[in-house]
């Protein structure tokens, strides 16, 4: 409504009411300081995410080598007892 008092007289009631309708209150605008804390906010929760998957990579990979080559040396060692056991 400041804004509105303050253009009435200048510019007319109408296009003052239009101005205020459109333009943001001022304490509702962002401003340089509360962008720069949201910018370091978020570099700091990509990081930790990013520490987060290289983790669970490492995790993932592990437990893939875990089952996957005791399936095969199962698997080679029944070959070798079919096929040792024809002979």
Same mark, same amino acid.
């Given at each position: 409504m400041e804004l509105y008092e303050a253009l009435k007289g200048p510019v007319g009631e109408k296009a003052a009411r239009m101005i205020a309708e459109? =333009?943001? =209150? @001022? @304490?509702? =605008?962002?401003?340089?300081?509360h962008v720069a804390e949201a910018v370091a906010t978020l570099s700091r929760e990509i990081a930790d995410v990013r520490v987060e998957v290289r983790a669970s990579n490492t995790r993932t990979i592990q437990w893939i080598l875990g089952v996957t080559i005791p399936l095969w040396i199962g698997t080679w060692g029944m070959m070798a007892a079919i096929l040792l056991r024809s002979a």
């Open positions: 459109i =333009v943001p =209150v @001022a @304490a509702d =605008v962002a401003r340089k300081q």
